[in-house]
């Protein structure tokens, strides 16, 4: 029987767990989970797998075995996954030695979890720090699990299982730590990259938001009919680009499919003399010029420019072609000012502009999809075809760069080096296939990675097969976009106008600040939930702020995520001085941030707001 105690815990705790575990209550004992006396005295579990006894700790001395196993363990982490659970005394020890660490349980036997429950304490846990416990093998449910803690608290999550249980369910256990591993990875660059571009894409949206409104929507503005049902060819710029610049000259001159280069693929073509039938670029980077630098110097202009409005906006400079935009989902500038009643779609954010254009392409209906370069590994540790060359990085990989590479099978089932970021290209590239039932997709990569839902066929075989007519349309780029400047002038006009009234709103919400710390400094605690609530008024009043929305709260991802943890925390504190000092801190640096940001975009703004002017004028 679950213990009195427990049970009380529990219900405050988690009802949920504690309805699930009591059924074991009424059960008979199965006889695979047993609870026996060590030498010491002191409770123990033993289970029978495949007719075998396990311990789940020492028989004898189980207390001393915790001990030396926690002792393992010498770096402080702030939030640790214990699974297996045996009788809890290694994870009793562990947090009397790092009793401000954070700490969930995953027990993946149910009855073993109440034979804990029913024999040992939970209030002897430091039950404050305990986030929460969660039993049985659904590996699905339990990265759900995981993944919210990952989320909610943003740290790097570290695993320790219970040794006997790596040996018992080490498929499980292999599997969980494999997610989380990947998880932790992927949030990790989620953050990362938000870091590096957050004022990027914000500033790049305002700067390139004049040339979007003089160039046509590839999406909207352009025939769909034109590629409609028709072959088009993603040029990427892996190593075994060499092999096909044949079998794309001949393409491109008997206009069997639409060639679109992605990234530095345009400059290998161009060393070839193969032009694309458009180029593609969204990177939010300042270097992302120097991809179009062979182009702009050998003013190439017969080759239109596909751009997502956050580009580096320095790539849009001096373009000698003609050009057309897509709105990107880290433009949050463009649906401020846009009349959002003509529904323009958006291209989601990926990281890779291989990615990017096959969303482009499915939303055209072209078919089938050609994928040539795309190797998202490398080939005789080469990143590039031939033709391509920075200064900023290395064609070959270093010997550190080899040391962190990945096995995966490529398109003939052999094995290929890649790495973390051709890794998630390539599972970005399966999931948008995988979301479009029915969609065609080829890889002609020799030695590339297999791509899941795409068939492998060299692109000399679709030749005279599947590339047989010619579809090519010329002209096809030569149009205006539709959208109502006249509207896009009132919206600027309105948004200088939320400008203004948020930097009154900035000094309000320092003021009320203000009023929370001098209560506090005073302990007049009896009007300092008023206080708080009056601020939170006024902070809300910012947060609504629709200038705040689009032009500054994009730039501030990362704080934004901390404010939240900060926010987390400030609801659960119960102690009046402590909450106020949390509040007037974090909100008091997040509001400094704010009107650091807003001198800083303001400029932008204004000029952006000019050139809609002129553009209206005209």
């Known amino acids: 029987m679950i213990l009195i105690d427990n049970r009380n815990v529990l219900r405050l705790k988690d009802r949920a767990l504690l309805q699930k575990i009591s059924q074991w209550d009424n059960r008979r004992p199965s006889g695979a989970v047993i609870v026996e006396k060590a030498k010491t005295g002191v409770p123990i579990v033993k289970i029978l797998i495949e007719g075998k006894t396990q311990y789940l700790q020492s028989k004898y001395d189980p207390m001393s075995e915790a001990e030396r196993f926690v002792d393992k363990f010498t770096k402080d982490s702030h939030h640790v996954l214990f699974i297996g659970i045996g009788m809890g005394y290694h994870i009793n020890y562990f947090m009397k030695k790092h009793p401000e660490t954070k700490f969930l349980i995953y027990e993946p036997n149910e009855e073993v979890l109440h034979a804990y429950l029913s024999n040992s304490l939970l209030n002897e846990l430091p039950l404050q720090h305990l986030i929460g416990i969660f039993t049985g093998i659904d590996e699905k449910k339990i990265m759900v699990e995981i993944e919210s803690i990952i989320i909610q608290f943003n740290e790097v999550l570290q695993i320790i299982p219970l040794p006997i249980y790596e040996k018992i369910y080490s498929e499980k256990v292999g599997n969980l730590l494999e997610s989380t591993l990947k998880l932790v990875k992927d949030r990790h660059s989620i953050m990362l990259t938000n870091a590096v571009f957050q004022k990027r894409w914000t500033i790049n949206s305002i700067k390139n938001f004049p040339v979007v409104l003089q160039t046509p929507n590839i999406l909207h503005d352009i025939d769909s009919s034109a590629f409609k049902g028709k072959p088009a060819i993603i040029v990427a710029a892996g190593p075994s680009l060499n092999e096909e610049f044949e079998n794309l000259r001949y393409i491109k001159k008997h206009g069997l499919a639409y060639i679109f280069s992605v990234g530095s693929a345009i400059n290998a073509l161009i060393e070839q003399g193969v032009y694309p039938d458009a180029a593609c670029t969204y990177d939010p980077s300042e270097r992302n010029q120097l991809v179009f630098k062979k182009l702009k110097d050998q003013q190439v202009d017969n080759i239109p420019l596909i751009f997502g409005s956050s580009v580096g906006f320095e790539t849009l400079s001096d373009y000698p072609g003609e050009m057309l935009h897509m709105i990107t989902s880290q433009d949050t500038v463009s649906p401020q000012l846009l009349d959002t009643a003509q529904s323009i779609d958006i291209v989601l954010d990926a990281p890779s502009i291989a990615v990017v254009t096959l969303q482009i392409l499915i939303m055209l209906g072209t078919s089938p999809i050609i994928l040539v370069g795309q190797n998202l590994g490398f080939q005789n540790d080469q990143r590039y075809a031939a033709g391509i060359q920075y200064d900023f990085v290395e064609s070959k990989l270093n010997d550190e760069e080899k040391k962190k590479t990945l096995n995966i099978k490529d398109v003939q089932g052999n094995d290929i080096k890649t790495n973390d970021g051709f890794n998630w290209m390539r599972q970005q590239l399966e ?15 020799k030695n590339g990675a297999h791509i899941e839902g ?31 400047v006249e509207f896009i002038e009132s919206r600027a006009y309105l948004m200088n106008e939320y400008a203004e009234k948020m930097n009154r709103e900035i000094q309000s919400a320092l003021e009320e600040l203000e009023r929370i710390q001098k209560s506090a400094d005073l302990k007049q605690y009896k009007n300092i939930e008023k206080r708080f609530a009056s601020f939170d008024k006024q902070f809300n009043k910012i947060k609504k702020n629709e200038f705040y929305a689009g032009f500054i709260e994009p730039l501030m991802r990362v704080q934004n995520e901390k404010l939240s943890l900060d926010t987390k925390k400030i609801r659960y504190e119960e102690n009046l001085q402590r909450k106020a000092d949390t509040v007037v801190n974090s909100f008091g640096l997040f509001l400094h941030e704010i009107k650091l940001h807003f001198d800083f975009v303001l400029p932008y703004f204004q000029e952006m707001k000019t050139k809609i002017d002129k553009i209206s004028e005209e």
């Open 431 to 445: 999931m948008h296939i995988a979301s479009n039932p029915g969609l065609k997709v080829i890889n002609t990569t």
């Open 454 to 484: 795409t068939t492998f066929t060299p692109l000399e075989q679709l030749i005279g097969d599947v590339l047989a007519d010619s579809i090519v349309l010329t002209g096809w780029h030569a149009k205006s976009n539709k959208y109502d």
